[in-house]
């Protein structure tokens, strides 16, 4: 009782502090430290002229989203452009056209198509911002953020939509390029044309991506079964990434595709419903994939040709961490999925000191965690959620919840408040099946046979 009631009164705490500063919580992981704007004082912009202006301008902000910023129609339409059919595109207007990228559509036959402009490219956000959505009322509409060359950013409980859906290439949500420290957290993505997230070819540095939710359903799906393809892709070249407490629903590839020389700690997600593959892992890459669910994942991970160092764990290898981390690694859960089996010893001495002392929760608490924290809306429930539904409750271990945010940081850590049983298994209102078929061939082969554009996209165009 003792404890629950300090905890209570730290949660009580972090939230006065986190209201001043408008970011609720601090980033675990890899961007630990990152403050966004800091202590600058939260303020809502108007309307998306004056948004784009303090996302762009060189004033450390803490930027409010409290309504639907709309950009569809700010830089007009593009009429009867050039566009391609390409071969994965077997169900016409319920697959994906591409706008065109000459290098990319290469001999495809051509078409027209029409577009909003604004979402082809994401605003570019500046070093030293705090983007955080209000309640449930945060909503980028028709524009994505894109952060090349900058660090220190924050954005935390807004929904980005609706980015040219029926195009590829119509738009990517949140695009790095050259950063660090970037935090982004309780984000909703869905209906973009492109990449939900995307890092590279720069490094990214240090990015903690967490409790947000990456929605595949719509009606114009490369994989032509209302499941979008084109999710997260993190190609930065030296990218340290801490994936965790994720909702990846209704995909049907790169759930992530991984390559080039990044570390990955993908821990405590939930994937559900992915007819085609999560992990595509190529060259030099690092990932320890740990404490996850995949629930009717078709192919949790690819076969690659060149495959990177990869540890998922299993029951049986979960406490192959212990000497080289200190710990035991969790086991990751496979529910009416395929198989997930890699076993890369080096990727537990490659782990970066600090990222290995994380707290990871069993697979067994994934699913119920997830559901009730990922996402928009959901900052104050993942609080008193965690304190309140017997699961895990944060506690502050050094600074105190006071601490201006450019002081010494507060580090916190997981720790569980009594205990939740075990549920023996998922409920079964879930249809049990994957669908029977899966497109013939590769929908995306043709183009030197990869998986998406894996050579010859021009610059900025990923
Ligand atoms: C961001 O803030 C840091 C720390 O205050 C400062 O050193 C840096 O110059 C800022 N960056 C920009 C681009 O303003
Ligand atoms: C899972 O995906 C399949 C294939 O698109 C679909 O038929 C089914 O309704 C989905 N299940 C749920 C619960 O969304």
């Known amino acids: 009782m003792c404890l629950l009631k300090s905890l209570v009164a730290a949660v009580a705490l972090l939230g006065a502090h986190a209201q001043a500063a408008g970011v609720s919580g601090t980033a675990i992981g890899f961007a630990s430290g990152t403050t966004g704007g800091g202590s600058a004082v939260a303020a809502a912009p108007s309307d998306t002229t004056e948004l784009t202006k303090w996302l762009t301008d060189s004033t450390p902000r803490t930027i409010l989203i409290d309504k639907e910023f709309n950009y569809l129609g700010t830089e007009g339409?593009?009429?009867?452009?050039?566009?391609?059919?390409?071969?994965?595109?077997?169900?016409?207007?319920?697959?994906?056209?591409?706008?065109?990228?000459?290098?990319?559509?290469?001999?495809?036959?051509?078409?027209?198509?029409?577009?909003?402009?604004?979402?082809?490219?994401?605003?570019?956000?500046?070093?030293?911002?705090?983007?955080?959505?209000v309640g449930s009322n945060g909503v980028i509409r028709g524009k994505g953020l894109r952060l090349t060359g900058v660090s220190n950013v924050i954005i935390q409980n807004i929904h980005i939509t609706e980015l040219n859906p029926q195009f590829i290439w119509g738009g990517d949500a949140i695009t790095l390029d050259g950063t660090n420290n970037i935090w982004i957290d309780h984000v909703k993505v869905n209906l973009v044309g492109r990449q939900m997230f995307v890092s590279g070819y720069e490094a990214s540095g240090a990015v903690t991506i967490s409790n947000s939710e990456f929605d595949g359903q719509t009606s114009w799906s490369s994989s032509c079964d209302g499941h979008h393809y084109w999710t997260v892709l993190g190609y930065g070249k030296d990218d340290q990434v801490t994936f965790t407490g994720n909702y990846i629903h209704h995909t049907s590839g790169r759930s992530p595709k991984l390559e080039f020389n990044s570390f990955w700690h993908a821990y405590n997600n939930y994937w559900f419903n992915n007819t085609g593959h999560a992990f595509d892992i190529g060259e030099s890459t690092n990932a320890l994939i740990e404490g996850n669910v995949f629930h009717q994942v078709k192919t949790p991970m690819l076969e690659d040709s060149s495959p990177g160092a990869t540890f998922a764990v299993s029951s049986s290898s979960a406490a192959t961490c212990k000497s080289k981390l200190g710990r035991d690694c969790a086991p990751n859960s496979l529910v009416q999925s395929g198989t997930l089996s890699?076993?890369?010893?080096?990727?537990?001495?490659?782990?970066?000191?600090?990222?290995?002392?994380?707290?990871?929760?069993?697979?067994?608490?994934?699913?119920?965690?997830?559901?009730?924290?990922?996402?928009?809306?959901?900052?104050?429930?993942?609080?008193?959620?965690?304190?309140?539904?017997?699961?895990?409750?944060?506690?502050?271990?050094?600074?105190?919840?006071?601490?201006?945010?450019?002081?010494?940081?507060?580090?916190?850590?997981?720790?569980?408040?009594?205990?939740?049983?075990?549920?023996?298994?998922?409920?079964?209102?879930?249809?049990?099946?994957?669908?029977?078929?899966?497109?013939?061939?590769?929908?995306?082969?043709?183009?030197g046979g990869g998986a998406g554009p894996s050579g010859g996209f021009p610059f900025g165009w990923f």
């Not at 009867?80 to 059919?85: L, T, Y």
């Not at 929760?361 to 609080?383: D, H, I, P, Q, Y």
């Open 77 to 133: 339409k593009c009429t009867d452009c050039k566009c391609c059919i390409p071969e994965s595109n077997t169900c016409g207007s319920a697959g994906q056209n591409a706008i065109d990228n000459s290098d990319w559509c290469g001999s495809y036959p051509t078409t027209t198509c029409t577009y909003d402009k604004a979402g082809i490219e994401g605003i570019n956000v500046a070093s030293n911002k705090s983007i955080v959505g």
């Open 342 to 447: 890699a076993s890369d010893e080096s990727v537990l001495s490659a782990m970066p000191k600090g990222e290995s002392s994380v707290n990871v929760l069993a697979a067994s608490r994934v699913r119920s965690s997830v559901l009730s924290n990922a996402g928009v809306g959901k900052l104050s429930s993942s609080n008193s959620k965690r304190q309140f539904r017997g699961q895990i409750a944060p506690v502050l271990s050094s600074a105190g919840p006071g601490a201006s945010p450019a002081g010494p940081k507060p580090t916190w850590s997981w720790r569980t408040v009594g205990v939740k049983p075990t549920p023996s298994s998922f409920p079964t209102a879930f249809p049990t099946a994957f669908p029977t078929e899966s497109p013939q061939g590769s929908p995306f082969g043709g183009k």
